[in-house]
């Protein structure tokens, strides 16, 4: 049987060791993820122009559907572990041919759905960025109280979507697929990417079936890998 003494002086070896490491700032291992957000396919509201951010809201037109079929070949090979869509139908209706492929059930969080457009529900497309899209531009430059009337502010949007990220984060898997909405995805990875540029949301708007690549997790922070076929973003 070992020494009494040897024990203690091992334990308070030990103690020390642990001690020393947390004065030392040193960060436990963290799980790092790839998430790949999708914007839906085309809906009925996209093809008439007309801002719909209602739940469930209006499904996938035939050019939707076709769109959504072109998607799930692409991604079919890209080994996604996961599949989630928002509480709203066209991101469903999206998601399902890929998760037919994969063989797997697509999740659904309502955290992921579209940043809800209040007040200017229902009008004309052409007219969002004057109205419907303010607010959020306020929100990348830092002034997050502020509110789409009716609506949610910035904090509420990043909460309410922050949430569902961590629960896919949560899960375990280590790339899961989230179909979410153009206005949604775009705000939310420039709110919380380490290397966020904003020049995108103009630039670049994300298309009918655009993808959004980020890494990283809720602890450590989120970089962004790919906007739709653009990369290197320093």
């Not at 070949?73 to 469903?92: C, E, F, K, P, W």
């Not at 229902?122 to 899209?133: D, H, K, Q, W």
């Not at 697929?177 to 775009?186: T, Y």
């Amino acid at each position: 049987m070992p020494n009494r003494s040897v024990l203690w002086r091992a334990a308070a070896a030990l103690v020390v060791t642990i001690a020393l490491g947390a004065c030392s700032g040193v960060v436990p291992h963290v799980r790092t993820i790839t998430l790949t957000f999708v914007r839906h396919a085309q809906s009925q509201s996209n093809a008439d122009g007309v801002l719909n951010t209602e739940v469930p809201g209006p499904g996938l037109t035939e050019e939707g559907r076709e769109q959504a079929r072109q998607i799930a070949r692409q991604l079919a090979r890209n080994g996604y572990d996961a599949i989630y869509a928002s509480s709203m139908v066209r991101t469903q209706q999206t998601a399902a041919p890929l998760a037919e492929k994969l063989g797997k059930q697509v999740e659904v969080l309502p955290g992921l759905r579209e940043i809800d457009a209040g007040w200017f529900n229902g009008e004309p497309t052409s007219m969002a960025a004057s109205t419907y899209m303010l607010a959020p531009m306020d929100w990348l430059a830092g002034d997050r109280q502020d509110a789409i009337p009716g609506s949610v502010n910035g904090n509420q949007f990043n909460d309410q979507f922050s949430a569902a990220v961590q629960k896919i984060y949560d899960s375990g898997h280590a790339k899961p697929v989230a179909f979410s909405h153009g206005a949604a995805i775009m705000i939310w990875t420039l709110m919380n990417v380490k290397n966020p540029k904003d020049s995108l949301l103009h630039s670049h708007p994300l298309p009918n079936v655009g993808r959004v690549v980020i890494t990283g997790s809720p602890a450590t922070g989120w970089t962004l890998v790919d906007w739709d076929g653009i990369r290197n973003f320093g």
